[in-house]
C-alpha cells in the first residue's frame, strides 16, 4: 500500500498541512486519525475544519464521542477512545454516508464500523515539536487527494 509522508515543526504547520484538504474532500469523506495522545490528532482536525469554513471552536469531543459542525458542508468529529472495549454502533453509517467530512480519532478502536474506503493518517511525535504524518489512502478518490497534496 503506498503510503505519503509529511513533515511538520510547529502546530501551525500541521493546521496548515490539514487546512489544505478542504479543497479536495467532499461529502462522505472519511478520515481516520491515529497517534499517541498528544500526537496532533486534534490539531489536525481543528485545521481542516477551519478550511472548510468551520467557525465555532473545535474542541476534542472525548466526552461526547461525535461533535457536528457547519462549515461550507457539515464537519463531524468523532474521538472514540472510549469505545475501545466496546463493539456497539451508535450508528457510524449516517456519518460516514452522509452530507459531510468525518474525520475519527482513535479510529482503529471502531475498525469494524470503518468505510473500505478512507483516508488513513498516522501522526507520529519525533520530538517536542516535529511531527511525522504517515497518509494511507484506500480507493481512487484518497489516492487522488495524496498526490494533488504532493503537487
Ligand atoms: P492528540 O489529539 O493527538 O492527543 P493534540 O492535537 O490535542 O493531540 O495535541 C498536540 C500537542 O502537541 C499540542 O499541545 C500542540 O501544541 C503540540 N505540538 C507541538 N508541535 C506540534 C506539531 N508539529 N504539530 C501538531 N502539534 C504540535
Ligand atoms: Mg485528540
Redesign the pocket.
Known amino acids: 500500500m503506498k503510503q505519503y509522508f509529511f513533515q ?4 501551525e ?2 493546521k496548515k498541512f490539514a487546512e489544505k484538504l478542504e479543497l479536495l474532500v467532499r461529502p462522505g469523506d472519511v478520515i481516520t ?1 491515529e ?10 482536525t481543528k485545521g481542516l475544519g477551519a478550511g472548510l469554513g468551520v467557525r465555532r471552536t473545535i474542541n ?1 469531543p472525548t466526552f461526547t464521542i461525535i461533535k457536528e459542525y457547519m462549515g461550507e458542508i457539515p464537519f463531524y468529529h468523532m474521538d472514540v477512545y472510549r469505545l475501545e472495549e466496546s463493539d456497539e454502533d451508535i450508528g457510524f453509517d449516517e456519518y460516514f454516508q452522509g452530507d459531510g467530512v468525518t474525520v475519527v ?1 482513535w479510529a482503529s478502536f471502531i475498525e469494524d464500523f470503518l468505510p473500505n474506503e478512507r483516508l488513513a493518517i498516522e ?1 507520529r511525535r519525533k520530538d ?4 511525522e504524518i504517515a497518509m494511507t489512502p484506500t480507493g481512487e478518490h484518497y489516492e487522488f487527494i495524496c498526490k494533488e497534496l504532493y503537487r
Not at 35 to 44: E, H, Q, R
Not at 128 to 131: A, D, I, K, N, V
Open positions: 511538520t515543526q510547529t502546530e504547520e500541521t486519525l497517534g499517541d495522545l498528544g500526537a496532533g490528532k486534534t490539531t489536525f476534542s480519532e501522526i517536542e515539536y516535529t511531527r
